[in-house]
């Protein structure tokens, strides 16, 4: 018998490398320091809203998200028109390069930075354009703003930068704005905002910029990663391009239910954070102090910079310790900062393995 065609995938499917999720724990000693989440359990409120939302599952959510965007336009004092959600800020980013580009048409992003960033661009038929970052690890805003095309529709900007923890200045954001043309839809991915200790003013750049669109997320400070929301706040005619391209009910009700009730305790959420940025900085400076040479981090990760052969066998020194970081080929390890408990045995393994430090 002939052999038959199979269905095929889009050559741009086929190439996609796979996404790298930070790997699983293997048993209740690992610690998961591997994809920034929040060591914390969610707050009673957020829990009990979790629990009352559970029995309405058998259907299905308001569609258009109306309370958990009203809740979000009353937080920021914006309009509910600026504002769009989806399924985390990952699934509201693809709405939007959905919403902006056609095949060809170019995303520029600095690299290394969110993984994510190149695969829904090719996944959209868009062109991703990498602009590599600065020698001290920080976004090359010059760099980003000549990348800038005729087919440029899109510049990502992600502060603080996943994996190197560097933040942009407010200055640093009106400078890259003030570089680029007014039809370039400038984003700035603010996912990990609640650890920075200096953060833009996003809300006066967005008055300000009307190509601005900032990104958030209730996953990392927020500790709803597993719900999935996230949402964006732009110009009204950009957020309704992201409400039109979202998937219909991609927030569950459940997931709406949990963010308004997030954003009801926002005081003890920002508490949390600090609390998490000064362990960062208890552990950066340890970990200078064993040697290492580490860039200044502004989110609840630390990121050392190491070449290949040393980062494998500083990734297999914390996998031996029962600890998920995350190598990055050609970069180096993203390690999430955690319980105090956590961080000890993080600064125990770069004790014992300083002799890789540069
Ligand atoms: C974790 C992260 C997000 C959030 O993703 P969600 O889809 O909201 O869970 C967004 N941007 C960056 C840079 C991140 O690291």
Not at 13 to 24: D, I
Not at 113 to 121: D, G, H, N
Not at 178 to 199: H, I, N, Q, T, W
Not at 324 to 334: F, K, N, Q, S, T
């Amino acid at each position: 018998m002939k052999s038959q065609p199979s269905p095929q995938l889009r050559p741009a499917v086929e190439s996609l490398p796979a996404y790298v999720a930070g790997r699983r724990a293997t048993s209740a000693l690992t610690e998961p320091l591997a994809s920034n989440e929040s060591h914390h359990l969610p707050v009673p409120a957020v829990l009990s809203a979790i629990a009352r939302a559970a029995v309405r599952v058998n259907r299905y959510p308001d569609m258009g998200s109306l309370s958990l965007r009203e809740a979000i336009a009353t937080h920021l004092s914006v309009g509910l028109d600026q504002v769009a959600v989806g399924p985390g800020s990952v699934g509201v980013l693809a709405q939007l390069i959905t919403a902006m580009c056609d095949p060809g048409d170019e995303v520029i992003f600095a690299w290394r930075s969110f993984e994510a960033y190149p695969i829904l661009c090719q996944v959209a038929g868009a062109t991703a354009v990498k602009v590599p970052l600065a020698a001290d690890e920080r976004h090359d805003l010059d760099a980003m703003a000549a990348a800038v095309t005729d087919r440029t529709k899109v510049i990502l900007l992600c502060s603080p930068n996943n994996p190197t923890g560097t933040g942009m200045s407010d200055a640093d954001v009106r400078y890259l704005l003030g570089k680029v043309p007014s039809s370039v839809l400038v984003v700035l991915d603010e996912a990990y905002r609640e650890y920075a200790a200096d953060s833009p003013d996003s809300l006066k750049l967005l008055a300000d910029f009307p190509n601005l669109c900032l990104l958030r997320t209730f996953s990392k400070a927020y500790g709803l990663a597993s719900l999935r929301v996230g949402y964006a706040v732009a110009a009204p005619a950009i957020a309704e391009g992201l409400r039109r391209t979202q998937i219909p009910f991609s927030v569950s009700g459940v997931a709406e239910a949990a963010a308004v009730a997030a954003l009801g305790v926002t005081d003890d959420v920002q508490e949390r954070a600090t609390e998490v940025a000064a362990e960062r900085d208890r552990v950066l400076a340890a970990a200078r102090e064993l040697g290492w040479n580490l860039p200044d981090s502004a989110a609840n990760f630390i990121w050392i910079r190491l070449e290949d052969d040393l980062r494998e066998a500083l990734v297999d020194a914390f996998n031996e310790a029962e600890i998920l970081v995350r190598g990055y080929a050609g970069d180096g390890v993203r390690i999430t900062i955690a319980s105090r408990e956590a961080n000890d045995r993080v600064l125990a393994v770069l004790a014992e393995q300083a002799s890789l430090a540069g």
